[in-house]
């Protein structure tokens, strides 16, 4: 079975439907042509580890142009090596536990606050893009008021990001780079200047303990990781209050049992991951699921049918929060596996006990059916249009 429709264009009622279809075409097709968006997609789990956990084959370079020159996902290398060195000290565990009471607690409390004024909601706006976007903005001192129109610079940044082959997206990228130039330089010499006791505070320190003490440099991480956290934590928060508000039961549980939590949110990575493919790009001739790949192929890597390997896990499309699921690859795999992995799941495990505490009552609106799809308000994810909800 070859996917009938492009992988861009998926649209379905259910949420499982993604996996479940992907996962059943990477058993004919481990490889194959796109036409919806003119790339190679690697499809099956096997294919996709192996691509990911050699970036000496599939590189990162495809990224490293327009505003993500230079930016740790498009390095390679030494160059990623020593710069990976400087992420993973500013976002260990240790260090974003920091910001659990500082930041992440007074966001999530905030956007519950509001959310307690209204009987329903959408829980997308209301919650799943509210949350990151006040994190992210907080942690870097972002001007509260700018928050709505940074939201749709970033958005068009990482839109181009994501379509490095698409010359209409990546100019709309550069422009909203520039547009939000100053403000991030502003930040950096603020930072480099006199660090603070922040995550920028750590960046300035870091960069400078390794001798790249400098605003640009500062500005590269600060751009990194706004690029790296926004809409990936929105969706992530999304799909996982979709799957509990589709599941009461578990809901429940979690209610009872809050220390479930963090398996749940695993869970609900697999079941419904937001993260649906990164870009690789070939850097000589490689074989990939039995099929010749020639150097110079851009590659899309699919990360959603692994998670539906019946193998793996047993009734994948069963959303099932006492699974415990290992080997997962929405944060990808390998040199570049995601380093704001644990700010993530903070995010996630802060705002929804929050949520969930607060509204003891909250369950799906009957009378609205989200749509789900691999561009939900044009992101480059797998989410819902909207998240009817009902809080009392
Ligand atoms: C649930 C939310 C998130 C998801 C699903 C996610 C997903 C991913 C994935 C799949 C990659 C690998 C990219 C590749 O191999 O090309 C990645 C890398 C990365 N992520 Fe995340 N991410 C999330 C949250 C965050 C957050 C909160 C931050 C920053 C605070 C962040 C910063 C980054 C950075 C800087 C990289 C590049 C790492 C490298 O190249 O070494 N991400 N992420």
């Given at each position: 079975?070859?996917?009938?429709?492009?992988?861009?264009?998926?649209?379905?009622?259910?949420?499982?439907?993604?996996?479940?279809?992907?996962?059943?075409?990477a058993?004919?097709?481990?490889?194959?042509?796109?036409?919806?968006?003119?790339?190679?997609?690697v499809?099956?789990?096997?294919?996709?580890?192996?691509?990911?956990?050699?970036?000496?084959?599939?590189?990162?370079?495809?990224?490293?142009?327009?505003?993500?020159?230079?930016?740790?996902?498009?390095?390679?290398?030494?160059?990623?090596?020593?710069?990976?060195?400087?992420?993973?000290?500013?976002l260990?565990?240790?260090?974003?536990?920091?910001?659990?009471?500082?930041?992440?607690?007074?966001?999530?409390?905030?956007?519950?606050?509001?959310?307690?004024?209204?009987?329903?909601?959408?829980?997308?706006?209301?919650?799943?893009?509210?949350?990151?976007?006040?994190?992210?903005?907080?942690?870097?001192?972002?001007?509260?008021?700018?928050?709505?129109?940074?939201?749709?610079?970033?958005?068009?940044?990482?839109?181009?990001a994501?379509?490095?082959?698409?010359?209409?997206?990546?100019?709309?990228?550069?422009?909203?780079?520039?547009?939000?130039?100053?403000?991030?330089?502003?930040?950096?010499?603020?930072?480099?200047?006199?660090?603070?006791?922040?995550l920028?505070?750590?960046?300035?320190?870091?960069?400078?303990?390794?001798?790249?003490?400098?605003?640009?440099?500062?500005?590269?991480?600060?751009?990194?990781?706004?690029?790296?956290?926004?809409?990936?934590?929105?969706?992530?928060?999304?799909?996982?209050?979709?799957?509990?508000l589709?599941?009461?039961?578990?809901?429940?549980?979690?209610?009872?049992?809050?220390s479930?939590?963090?398996?749940?949110?695993?869970?609900?990575?697999?079941?419904?991951?937001?993260?649906?493919?990164?870009?690789?790009?070939?850097?000589?001739?490689?074989?990939?699921?039995?099929?010749?790949?020639?150097?110079?192929?851009?590659?899309y890597?699919?990360?959603?049918?692994?998670?539906?390997?019946?193998?793996?896990?047993?009734?994948?499309?069963?959303?099932d929060?006492?699974?415990r699921?290992?080997?997962?690859?929405?944060?990808?795999?390998?040199?570049?596996?995601?380093?704001?992995?644990?700010?993530?799941?903070?995010?996630?495990?802060?705002?929804?006990s929050?949520?969930?505490e607060?509204?003891?009552?909250?369950?799906?609106?009957?009378?609205?059916r989200?749509?789900?799809?691999?561009?939900?308000?044009?992101?480059?994810?797998?989410?819902?249009?909207?998240?009817?909800?009902?809080?009392?």
């Open positions: 079975m070859l996917p009938r429709t492009s992988l861009f264009s998926f649209t379905t009622e259910d949420p499982s439907a993604f996996g479940v279809y992907l996962a059943a075409a058993k004919e097709h481990p490889i194959y042509f796109d036409e919806g968006l003119g790339v190679t997609v499809l099956r789990g096997a294919e996709v580890t192996a691509v990911l956990r050699d970036s000496e084959t599939f590189s990162n370079r495809a990224y490293d142009i327009g505003i993500m020159k230079g930016a740790l996902v498009a390095l390679d290398g030494a160059s990623h090596t020593r710069m990976r060195r400087i992420f993973n000290a500013v260990s565990p240790r260090v974003v536990n920091r910001y659990e009471e500082t930041i992440v607690t007074p966001v999530a409390r905030r956007i519950v606050d509001r959310l307690a004024r209204k009987q329903q909601a959408d829980l997308v706006d209301d919650f799943a893009i509210s949350m990151p976007m006040g994190v992210t903005s907080a942690l870097f001192g972002m001007p509260e008021e700018r928050i709505a129109e940074n939201d749709v610079l970033i958005r068009k940044m990482i839109r181009s994501m379509a490095p082959q698409d010359p209409v997206l990546v100019a709309e990228g550069r422009r909203a780079h520039a547009a939000m130039g100053a403000q991030l330089r502003e930040i950096a010499e603020r930072e480099v200047a006199n660090p603070g006791d922040t920028l505070g750590e960046i300035a320190r870091t960069l400078a303990a390794e001798g790249l003490g400098g605003v640009e440099a500062c500005e590269g991480v600060v751009l990194s990781l706004i690029l790296g956290s926004y809409e990936t934590t929105s969706w992530m928060l999304a799909n996982l209050l979709v799957a509990l589709a599941h009461p039961d578990a809901m429940g549980q979690l209610r009872q049992q809050p479930l939590l963090p398996q749940a949110i695993d869970e609900a990575m697999r079941w419904c991951s937001n993260a649906t493919g990164i870009v690789r790009f070939v850097e000589r001739e490689a074989t990939i699921g039995g099929e010749t790949v020639p150097a110079g192929t851009l590659l890597v699919s990360l959603t049918a692994l998670h539906y390997d019946e193998e793996a896990y047993p009734r994948p499309e069963v959303f929060i006492q699974r699921p290992t080997g997962l690859l929405s944060f990808g795999v390998g040199p570049h596996y995601c380093v704001g992995a644990p700010l993530a799941r903070m995010e996630a495990r802060i705002g929804v929050l949520l969930l607060r509204f003891p009552a909250l369950r799906s609106d009957p009378t609205q989200p749509m789900f799809s691999t561009a939900p308000r044009g992101a480059a994810a797998f989410g819902p249009d909207r998240i009817p909800a009902l809080l009392v």
